[in-house]
């Protein structure tokens, strides 16, 4: 099973998307976007759902915080930090894309790391992309072909793990890439995000991004 003591989630239902603390989440919240009655956490946002002020694309995801339900957020030379995952990827938008993990940083519209899947019609399978700010106000992003050919529905893992050092490091379906970020971030508050945010915004209902995750934690760990 896993544990949901040190998240929120972020739901696209009702006008703009619903939140759903911690300790709601502990007493076994579900709904047609999340459920983790099975053991697994499901995952589904449709392009038609609601999204936040400052964002186009709709979201079911995690957000990181401490078990009394306050957000937690954390500077990245305290610890070295990390967001392991199990999951698989069980349908795409039309776009073909789904962000599945996520360092944002506070009261930012600006993340640090996006990992996305990209799925690919011609191949009949995706590729995992990193997309990251090297500096906080870069408007130029970082794009990396991190794995390439994971098929839709199966499983396959992720670690995103930036250190004290800043050197951020990306594992996805026994892929790895690393490469060192500014020292411009040490100052701000960054936090972890995980679930299933499509990249796409125009289709029906029943288009969207499902994904399926069967491990998931994290572990900040001192120097």
Excluded: C
Aim: net charge positive; no cysteine.
């Amino acid at each position: 099973m896993i544990d949901l003591a040190t998240w929120n989630l972020s739901v696209p239902v009702g006008s703009t998307p619903t939140t759903i603390d911690t300790p709601r989440l502990l007493k076994g919240f579900k709904n047609v976007y999340f459920h983790a009655d099975s053991g697994t956490l499901f995952f589904w946002a449709p392009v038609t759902g609601s999204t936040t002020v400052n964002a186009i694309y709709p979201r079911s995801e995690l957000r990181e915080t401490r078990a009394d339900g306050s957000l937690r957020n954390w500077l990245y030379p305290s610890a070295n930090h990390f967001l392991n995952a199990t999951l698989a990827v069980n349908q795409v938008p039309s776009s073909g894309k789904v962000v599945i993990g996520q360092i944002h940083a506070f009261q930012s519209q600006q993340p640090l790391l996006k990992l996305e899947y990209q799925y690919k019609t011609s191949k009949l399978s995706g590729n995992l992309v990193a997309k990251v700010r090297i500096r906080p106000n870069d408007t130029t992003i970082k794009t990396v072909t991190v794995a390439e050919n994971v098929p839709l529905q199966k499983s396959f893992t992720y670690v995103i793990n930036l250190t004290p050092d800043g050197t951020l490091n990306v594992k996805g379906a026994n892929k790895v890439w690393n490469t060192p970020i500014s020292a411009t971030w040490r100052d701000k508050p960054l936090y972890f995000k995980a679930g299933a945010y499509v990249q796409d915004n125009t289709g029906n209902s029943k288009e969207g991004g499902q994904v399926t995750f069967s491990k998931l934690d994290i572990d900040h760990n001192a120097p």
